[in-house]
């Protein structure tokens, strides 16, 4: 990674950056610890979640892409 440059800001951002695997990398050694270490306990989400979540990926997909491309 550039000592030059901030991280990226989403997502998006750092799978666009010329440092993608290595962020690619990051994320997997993190998810792989915090599951060794139990950090949570998955379950099922109640129906009603789901759609709620739906709704809140889609807004912030939508906000990320409309105001993330302009940065």
């Given at each position: 990674m550039r000592d030059?440059?901030?991280d990226p800001e989403t997502?998006?951002?750092a799978m666009l950056d010329i440092d993608s695997k290595k962020w690619q990398e990051a994320m997997k050694s993190?998810?792989?610890s915090m599951y060794a270490?139990?950090?949570w306990?998955?379950?099922d989400p109640p129906d009603?979640?789901?759609k709620s979540i739906r709704?809140?990926?889609v807004i912030t997909t939508y906000y990320d892409y409309k105001y993330g491309k302009w940065m």
């Open positions: 030059d440059m901030e997502y998006m951002k993190e998810m792989d270490n139990q950090v306990t998955l379950v009603a979640m789901i709704i809140l990926l």
